[in-house]
């Protein structure tokens, strides 16, 4: 009894990934976007958060990302590949400065987002008068 749950839990999960990959564009990638790079993809890379990188004959050039579809996690050599900023494809040696910080994608919305003193959503509180009293 308790394999055919596993297999009842698997199945509903594969039916539920199928339905998200036809409808739900921000969930990886679409149906016709896997169709579109069966066919026509051509593999150029990966970077360092496992997003794909492929392009076609015509030169058109697109990114399937590993997680949530959000253009800010693309890394600066792999942005300048895409939008046609260079001709060739970064390599996975490329030299770093030691003063070069690692990339992050946007933070906004998320608990890491930069709250400065005064701002309604940080943590430290300010008590900031907003005019002064009237002494007579």
């Known amino acids: 009894m308790c394999g055919f749950k596993i297999i009842k839990n698997e199945s509903n999960k594969l039916v539920i990934n199928l339905f998200k990959s036809i409808f739900i564009w921000w969930n990886n990638q679409t149906i016709g976007t896997f169709l579109y790079t ?14 794909k990188y492929y392009s076609n004959n015509s030169g058109k050039r697109w990114v399937i990302y590993k997680k949530i579809v959000e253009a800010s996690q693309i890394p600066a050599e792999w942005h300048m590949w895409i939008h046609f900023l260079k001709k060739n494809s970064p390599t996975n040696d490329l030299k770093k400065f030691e003063w070069q910080q690692k990339h992050e994608p946007n933070l906004t919305g998320t608990n890491k987002a930069y709250k400065p003193n005064g701002s309604l959503l940080s ?7 907003k005019y002064d009293t009237w002494k007579t």
């Open 38 to 51: 069966l066919i026509y993809g051509k593999y150029v890379g990966k970077d360092e958060f496992e997003n």
């Open 123 to 129: 943590d430290a509180k300010k008590s900031i008068k």
